[in-house]
């Protein structure tokens, strides 16, 4: 049964990162979601790209840069490393859902996690860093213009204590640590992949019923090289990977390779015949 009000969001605002939003939504069509899979692109992503979003995604929404609409979006401008953070926030004008649950495009789901939608704004995972912060790359949260707006708001005020979205959500729901354990999503659901080396046995006790994988910091999927023919990841100097790592990474490429790839060739092979 499809459940049309609520769905998973991610954000793209370039043609590099739509290659991961495509894996996550592969991801979860692979996992048979009864929810609708919504993708935020700003307007640089190309034409082709967004093509090829569509036969992945029920809906591709380009967002505005930040424009002068208001004082608030004024007071934003005047901090541009704020964009990508101001451009995340828009999932909650997508006020035609009733909840969505959002998803960074370097995360990957495992199995169903249709369940998430069963918790209530603002549920999120603990962040490996620092626990008391919850992680923003997965949550749990319900559209509202009039949160848009207290939340940009709060962003022209207060600015982002990581220059980011992350430290500007925890700012803004600053209860999250104490009030309601029923919004703190277990780790499982955003299972950093430097989490894995920093706490191995923890991750050998309960890393088989990781849900969600989520590709953090500043190499991401595919800035790897990936052998086609082999199927492996190659390691270069630098990837310091361990073996669950590398089997995520190998998972990613996989569906990478298998289902989009063949989506951008076509398109590819279209844009050449023109
Ligand atoms: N993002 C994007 N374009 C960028 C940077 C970030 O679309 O240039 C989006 C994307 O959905 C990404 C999320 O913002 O997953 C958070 O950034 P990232 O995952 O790179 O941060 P990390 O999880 O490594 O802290
Ligand atoms: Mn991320």
Same mark, same amino acid.
């Given at each position: 049964?499809?459940?049309?009000?609520?769905?998973?969001?991610?954000?793209?605002?370039?043609?590099?990162?739509?290659?991961?939003?495509?894996?996550?939504?592969?991801?979860?069509?692979?996992?048979?979601?009864?929810?609708?899979?919504?993708?935020?692109?700003?307007?640089?992503?190309?034409?082709?790209?967004?093509?090829?979003?569509?036969?992945?995604?029920?809906?591709?929404?380009?967002?505005?840069?930040?424009?002068?609409?208001?004082?608030?979006?004024?007071?934003?401008?005047?901090?541009?490393?704020?964009?990508?953070?101001?451009?995340?926030?828009?999932?909650?004008?997508?006020?035609?859902?009733?909840?969505?649950?959002?998803?960074?495009?370097?995360?990957?789901?495992?199995?169903?996690?249709?369940?998430?939608?069963?918790?209530?704004?603002?549920?999120?995972?603990?962040?490996?860093?620092?626990?008391?912060?919850?992680?923003?790359?997965?949550?749990?949260?319900?559209?509202?213009?009039?949160?848009?707006?207290?939340?940009?708001?709060?962003?022209?005020?207060?600015?982002?204590?990581?220059?980011?979205?992350?430290?500007?959500?925890? *700012? %803004?729901?600053?209860? =999250?640590?104490?009030?309601?354990?029923?919004?703190? @999503? #277990?780790? +499982?659901?955003? /299972?950093?992949?430097?989490?894995?080396?920093?706490?191995?046995?923890?991750?050998?006790?309960?890393?088989?019923?990781?849900?969600?994988?989520?590709?953090?910091?500043?190499?991401?999927?595919?800035?790897?090289?990936?052998?086609?023919?082999?199927?492996?990841?190659?390691?270069?100097?630098?990837?310091?990977?361990?073996?669950?790592?590398? *089997? %995520?990474?190998?998972? =990613?490429?996989?569906?990478?390779?298998?289902?989009? @790839? #063949?989506? +951008?060739?076509? /398109?590819?092979?279209?844009?050449?015949?023109?």
């Amino acid at each position: 049964m499809s459940v049309t009000d609520q769905a998973f969001v991610t954000l793209a605002t370039n043609d590099v990162y739509c290659q991961g939003a495509l894996v996550l939504g592969q991801s979860l069509r692979n996992h048979t979601t009864s929810r609708k899979l919504a993708v935020l692109i700003t307007p640089v992503v190309s034409s082709g790209m967004r093509s090829v979003l569509r036969s992945v995604f029920d809906e591709v929404i380009e967002v505005d840069a930040l424009d002068s609409a208001d004082s608030v979006r004024l007071a934003l401008m005047q901090r541009p490393e704020l964009g990508v953070t101001f451009t995340k926030l828009h999932c909650w004008t997508l006020t035609h859902y009733s909840k969505c649950v959002f998803m960074d495009a370097d995360t990957l789901v495992l199995c169903n996690v249709d369940e998430l939608f069963d918790r209530e704004e603002f549920s999120a995972a603990p962040d490996s860093g620092w626990p008391d912060c919850f992680n923003s790359g997965v949550f749990v949260f319900r559209p509202s213009l009039k949160t848009y707006d207290l939340l940009l708001r709060f962003a022209a005020e207060h600015g982002s204590f990581d220059g980011g979205d992350q430290g500007l959500l925890n *700012s %803004f729901f600053s209860n =999250w640590a104490t009030a309601d354990i029923g919004k703190h @999503l #277990p780790f +499982l659901y955003n /299972l950093s992949s430097n989490a894995v080396y920093t706490y191995v046995p923890a991750f050998n006790h309960f890393g088989r019923d990781a849900k969600v994988v989520h590709f953090l910091g500043a190499t991401k999927p595919w800035n790897y090289k990936y052998n086609l023919q082999t199927k492996r990841v190659m390691q270069d100097g630098t990837t310091s990977g361990s073996f669950h790592q590398l *089997s %995520f990474l190998a998972l =990613w490429w996989n569906i990478y390779s298998a289902s989009i @790839l #063949p989506l +951008l060739e076509k /398109l590819q092979k279209m844009e050449e015949s023109e």
